[in-house]
T-cell receptor, first 116, second 115 residues
Framework: AQTVTQSQPEMSVQEAETVTLSCTYD???????LFWYKQPPSRQMILVIR??????QNATENRFSVNFQKAAKSFSLKISDSQLGDTAMYFC?????????????FGTGTLLAVQP | NAGVTQTPKFRVLKTGQSMTLLCAQD?????MYWYRQDPGMGLRLIHY???????AKGEVPDGYNVSRLKKQNFLLGLESAAPSQTSVYFC??????????????FGPGTRLTVL
């Protein structure tokens, strides 16, 4: 069975600085997706970034980028130039490639606080 | 384009009461999912659907039923609510083609309290 581990329950960063959130996962699959979702106090789950395992290039979305290490089964999220609006719970998630029966497996989340 | 919407946003029930949560999506997605979110546990899959008229159990299905009579709607029912069902419920949908393949899009959630 697949598992996703986020070992940092809480993190804090100063506004405008860079922070990295860690995520590791366990799977025997070769083809899969990895995601980072953001959940602000409004509790809406917002997709931050998506990575397909067969792509070696790390995904980037504006200030957000990932460091995907497939052999190490590591998928960290880097937030550059942190903003107050980045304060949220961040969830790492895994899903096997393929049909609808493949479900999202979530980590337990990292609560990020951006300090002014 | 509203994406994924959920009704209601909040609800308080007494033990033993029943209710239905409605999820609607306007993105023409085939796959739909219901999750619950409890403190410290992330999201867990309750039930899912791969298309109109089909449903299947997730990892925590007990005490819940679902129906997908129309492609755009996915209903989650609690026949006899229990305090253990106090949670935040999220609906999500997923496309089966295109550049966002594999990505699930979430609704705003429903906070349910069972007294």
């Amino acid at each position: 069975a697949q598992t996703v581990t986020q070992s940092q329950p809480e993190m804090s960063v100063q506004e405008a600085e860079t922070v990295t959130l860690s995520c590791t996962y366990d799977t025997s699959e070769n083809n899969y997706y990895l995601f980072w979702y953001k959940q602000p106090p409004s509790r809406q789950m917002i997709l931050v970034i998506r990575q397909e395992a067969y792509k070696q290039q790390n995904a980037t979305e504006n200030r957000f980028s990932v460091n995907f290490q497939k052999a190490a089964k590591s998928f960290s999220l880097k937030i550059s130039d942190s903003q107050l609006g980045d304060t949220a719970m961040y969830f790492c998630a895994f899903m096997k490639h393929g049909g609808a029966t493949n479900k999202l497996i979530f980590g337990t989340g990292t609560l990020l606080a951006v300090q002014p | 384009n509203a994406g994924v919407t959920q009704t209601p946003k909040f609800r308080v029930l007494k033990t033993g009461q029943s209710m239905t949560l409605l999820c609607a999506q306007d993105m023409n997605h085939e796959y739909m999912y219901w999750y619950r979110q409890d403190p410290g546990m992330g999201l867990r899959l309750i039930h899912y659907s791969v298309g109109e008229g089909t449903t299947a159990k997730g990892e925590v299905p007990d005490g819940y039923n679902v129906s997908r009579l129309k492609k755009q709607n996915f209903l989650l029912g609690l026949e006899s609510a229990a305090p253990s069902q106090t949670s935040v419920y999220f609906c999500a949908s997923r496309p089966t083609s295109g550049g966002a393949l594999g990505t699930q899009y979430f609704g705003p959630g429903t906070r349910l309290t069972v007294l």
